[in-house]
């Protein structure tokens, strides 16, 4: 570990991923002394960020990689579908406008982009994908801050933010076992969400909440959020709320990221531990229906569900990295599962005799639907008796949580009494303040990107 000097830091920027690193290369790039503080160790350095393919870009006409032109308004519109209202129309507004100058900044600083692969192409519009995923993103801005003198402590806890009338102090971090006390001019908070403390999520969702995998990095724990919440910063978001979707149940409990997705249900049955069926697994594409389902298992006993699917579907999606579990009859399926194997036989006998003839099309609604079970199956639903059988464990994965600090548009952290003179937050620690519910996909790198490099910019301005 580098020596860490106690005093005279400018801007420290606490949590190291995409929008602390944005924060500290506007800071350091007006000459700023610039210290990052992250807790998790340098191999796993880059938070949730590190899991990330692109970001949503609004342009006027083709840029860099992205095709056409996706203006102020139909962002906006998509944003307003998916939040169902629940956002801060000038935050959101300010957020799709930069979002465009944001793309040049990014290639200026490191970051390549590469156009969208196949199965990614209704986002090439959109969506601007990362040459080597957040990773490589991550470590484009980690090499930048290096050659601006920016310095970085990893394996570092911030536990405490000291503020004495108003104004931030220093912090209180935790390395190698120690408290130690840094002070600095001005503070950009860039920690994430607290989806990692189990202990949090369960205040919000109950005991459930403990059968849940998270996504991302297990560093998000929300210490400084709690921190500064306990200290009068006002909060925005509900804490019930968060980004979930259903994984493959045997993903790690941490940091599994993407690859742990499970493209199946649409063409299976899912049904929970007790061998029962209870959603609508042929409702839309499953792109549209994706995120639902992480809820909709949430809410089944132990928060697991199994898709069951035969021989005819187990080519109709993309193949899963951990193989499924496979036998030549339901009965032993459900015994390499661990569900009762007669319930199980008794949900498929039921469920095959509500299927209708007609024709199949795993490309398009097909409207192939059951007739007279509940809950129905309205597209894709094929009869499941085509030797072997497979099935795959699900479980809710969460990818980050809602609840945030209030920024305004100068992502000045606020509190009851005005704001924080020297306090600047940016990323998911404030991303609650524009998504107040649903999600967007891509947007979070925008928020990101947007919100750290005003308050890194801020920050500088206030120590100048
Ligand atoms: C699997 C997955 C895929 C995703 N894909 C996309 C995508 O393609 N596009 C998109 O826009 N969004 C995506 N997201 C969401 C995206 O990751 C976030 O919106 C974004 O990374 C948030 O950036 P951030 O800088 O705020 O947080 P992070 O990148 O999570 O960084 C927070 C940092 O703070 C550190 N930290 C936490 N607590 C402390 C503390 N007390 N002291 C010091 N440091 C601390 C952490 O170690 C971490 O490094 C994805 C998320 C996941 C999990």
Known sequence: MMELESSGWDVIVAGGGNAGLCAAIEAAETGARVLILDAAPKPYRGGNSRHTRNFRCMHRGPLSVLTGSYGEEEYYD?????????????????????????????????????????????????????????????????????????????????????????????????????????????????????????????????????????????????RILRDMLDQGAESVGDPTQCHA????????????????????????????????????EGEDVWPKRYAIWGRIVAAQPEQVGYAIIDSKAVNDFMPSVF???????????????????????????????????????????????????????????????????????????????????RVDRTAQVQTGNGPLSNVWAAGETMAGSILGEGYLAGFGMTIGTVFGRIAGQEAAKYVA
């Not at 940091?255 to 061998?275: E, K, Q």
């Not at 399926?333 to 007669?342: H, M, P, T």
């Not at 129905?376 to 059988?389: E, L, S, V």
């Open 78 to 222: 998509d944003l307003l579908r998916v939040t169902k209202g629940k956002t801060d129309e000038d935050l959101a507004r300010m957020t799709i406008r930069m979002s465009e100058e944001c793309l040049p900044w990014m290639e200026a600083h490191g970051v390549r982009f590469q156009p969208s692969l196949s199965g990614t192409l209704s986002l090439s519009r959109t969506n601007a994908f990362f040459l080597g995923g957040g990773k490589a993103l991550v470590n484009a801005y980690y090499n930048t801050a290096e050659d601006l003198g920016v310095s970085v402590v990893y394996d570092a806890s911030v536990g405490h933010v000291v503020i004495e009338n108003g104004r931030f102090t220093g912090l209180e971090v935790d390395i190698s076992g120690k408290t130690h006390l840094i002070e600095g001019q001005a503070l950009v908070i860039a920690s994430g969400g607290f989806q990692a403390n189990t202990d949090w999520l369960a205040e919000a969702w109950g005991p459930a909440a403990r059968n849940f995998l998270i996504r991302g990095t297990p560093y998000n724990r929300g």
């Open 245 to 280: 979707v259903a994984i493959d149940g045997r993903a790690a409990q941490f940091d599994a990221g993407i690859v742990t997705r499970l493209d199946c249900v649409p063409f299976s049955i899912v049904v929970n531990r007790d061998g029962q069926r209870f959603y609508n």
């Open 323 to 405: 193989p499924p579990e496979t036998a030549d009859t339901i009965e032993g399926l459900a015994q390499k599962l661990g569900l009762a194997g007669n319930a199980l036989a008794e949900t498929i006998r039921e469920y095959n005799a509500a299927c209708r003839p007609g024709t199949f099309d795993g490309t398009d609604l097909d409207r192939l639907s059951t007739q007279g079970i509940e809950p129905p199956k309205t597209n894709w639903a094929r009869p499941i008796d085509t030797p072997p059988y497979f099935g795959y464990e699900l479980r809710p994965g969460v990818t980050f949580t809602y609840l945030g600090l």
